[in-house]
């Protein structure tokens, strides 16, 4: 599985609509695993985004399309890192010419 850390943003739309949001969080969290994934961790935040969350997913195909999915709703943007857990950051670096 790889992981991602989604940056979100409210959007017009979803700040006005914001009382709603933790029924989107919880379609979300369905969606996520109806593709094979899991919410590592969500968190509202104060600063340029308003929300992160952790994810892990079986690859970049599935983020992609989870994410334009969750876009195209329009109450959030996103900002999208993939990460490489501290094994696999080692992996790299080992792998260095």
Same mark, same amino acid.
């Given at each position: ?14 700040? +006005?609509?914001?009382? @709603?949001?933790?029924? =989107? #969080?919880? !379609?979300?969290?369905? &969606?996520?695993? /109806? ?25 970049? +195909?599935?983020?992609? @399309?989870?994410?334009? =999915? #969750?876009? !195209?709703?329009?109450? &959030?943007?996103? /900002? ?18």
């Amino acid at each position: 599985m790889a992981t991602y850390i989604c940056l979100f943003n409210y959007t017009q739309q979803g700040i +006005q609509n914001i009382e @709603q949001s933790p029924a =989107r #969080l919880d !379609s979300f969290k369905e &969606v996520i695993d /109806e593709q094979g994934g899991e919410l590592r961790g969500f968190y509202l935040t104060m600063g340029r985004h308003d929300l992160v969350a952790v994810l892990e997913l079986p690859d970049d +195909q599935t983020a992609a @399309q989870l994410l334009l =999915r #969750l876009g !195209s709703l329009g109450n &959030v943007t996103t /900002e999208t890192l993939k990460a490489f857990p501290e094994e696999e950051y080692r992996e790299v670096i080992d792998d260095l010419p």
